[in-house]
């Protein structure tokens, strides 16, 4: 029997392929890795409500700081100081002036023709005079009736010193049986007559002065009287030329040249540029928040400038209050009446608060709920607002600081618990 090779025969063994070992080891390694990836998205869905696309969201951080509210709105300049110029009375006005003029304070702008008045003056004024003349002569006629009590009282003095010494001389004469006793005794009945005439001289004297005042001063009253009628009636003539009250440039001519005015019609206007405000409208839901004195800012272009808010209108209209603005130490230069600028009212500021952006969450959540996100999904969350201003909102709980939470409208979410983010 043939032998064959059998005996030398041993199996060898195939060669390894290395590359495919390397791709099918990738292939696993990626796959490990896409399930590492994948599995926390389909953790989150699978755990969440609903799901969302962030790149629609707007995602703000809760940061610590100062909340100032305040409120933006366009103004206008006016004039703080603006005064109407009024006719006083009825007649034909001529203009002095033109729209635009500078005037000074006190300087002639108009002029009203008013013949009544200026007649009635006059006549006033020679009532005036007529007055004074019987007040002097009242005064020529007392000096001339005290002088004639006078001499009629000096008068009844020597009468009552003469009947003393015939008295005196008939009671020696008598002593020494010259004369009767009737003598004696008619010469005491007029001395005694005398010394009445005496009294009722004096007492007369005194009445008299007491009475010639009396007139003479019901004379001055009733001239005095004229005297203020006058002066009124003047007043009213030099008040038909009116005058500046202000430092300032002529606005709007009211009135036409020669033209027929009635009393209190306007004529024209005088505008203070010195003293200029800022007229703001402020919406209706800041009228409790605004107050006398509050800090203001105004832009005019790049630059900002201080204010103070100085007045606000106690009415509402058509939605908005009226206010005003007065600048600082510092103005713009160049203003014009009725410029618009940029005006932002500071209310007031709270320091150290938690804060978020602004943004329609407040609405959508009635500032009560607003979606937490963490770790890719956004939590529905309890919240409450404090303060708000026009950028920010203060959150009083509900989050803490570095938490991020989701500012734009949150009606997509239909008030689900938790939303995943993708």
Do not use: C
Request: proline share 3%; no cysteine; glycine share 8%.
């Amino acid at each position: 029997m043939i032998r064959d090779t059998s005996a030398q025969d041993r199996p060898i063994a195939a060669p390894r392929n290395r590359k495919k070992q390397i791709v099918w080891v990738g292939l696993g390694l990626a796959t490990l890795v896409a399930l590492g990836l994948v599995m926390p998205t389909v953790a989150r869905l699978m755990s969440s409500d609903s799901s969302a696309s962030s790149a629609r969201l707007r995602i703000a951080e809760v940061k610590r700081g100062t909340l100032v509210r305040d409120v933006s709105v366009q103004g206008r300049v006016v004039a703080a100081v603006s005064p109407t110029l009024y006719a006083r009375t009825a007649g034909t006005v001529t203009l002095d002036v033109h729209a635009g003029d500078k005037v000074a304070k006190g300087d002639v702008v108009a002029e009203v023709d008013s013949p009544e008045l200026t007649n009635r003056l006059k006549q006033e004024q020679a009532t005036l005079d007529s007055l004074g003349l019987d007040v002097e002569r009242a005064t020529i006629d007392n000096r001339k009736a005290q002088a004639a009590s006078q001499m009629a009282y000096e008068q009844a003095v020597i009468d009552r010193q003469t009947a003393e010494r015939e008295v005196e001389r008939n009671e020696k004469a008598f002593q020494r049986g010259a004369q009767p006793e009737m003598t004696v005794l008619r010469a005491k009945d007029s001395l005694a007559k005398a010394k009445l005439s005496e009294a009722n001289a004096q007492h007369n004297v005194q009445l008299d002065r007491e009475s010639l005042a009396f007139n003479l001063k019901t004379k001055r009253v009733a001239l005095d009287r004229q005297k203020l009628l006058v002066e009124d009636l003047a007043r009213q003539v030099d008040e038909l030329k009116l005058r500046s009250p202000v430092d300032g440039v002529v606005g709007q001519l009211i009135a036409q040249q020669r033209a027929n005015v009635a009393a209190s019609a306007p004529i024209l206007t005088v505008v203070d540029l010195t003293a200029l405000e800022v007229e703001v409208q402020v919406p209706e839901v800041f009228a409790h928040d605004l107050g006398v004195g509050m800090s203001a800012e105004i832009q005019d272009g790049g630059e900002r400038y201080a204010g103070e808010v100085s007045a606000i209108s106690p009415e509402v209209l058509n939605g908005q209050v009226t206010g005003r603005v007065r600048f600082g130490d510092r103005k713009p230069a160049g203003l014009r009446q009725n410029q618009q600028l940029t005006t932002r009212i500071l209310m007031d500021e709270h320091p150290n608060v938690l804060m978020v952006e602004r943004g329609p969450f407040v609405d959508t959540g009635a500032g009560r709920v607003a979606y937490v996100v963490r770790n890719g999904t956004a939590e529905r969350t309890a919240i409450q607002v404090g303060a708000t201003s026009l950028n920010a909102v203060e959150i009083v709980s509900g989050v803490k600081e570095g938490d991020r939470i989701v500012i734009s409208g949150t009606d997509e979410f239909k008030g689900a618990q938790k939303i995943a983010l993708n």
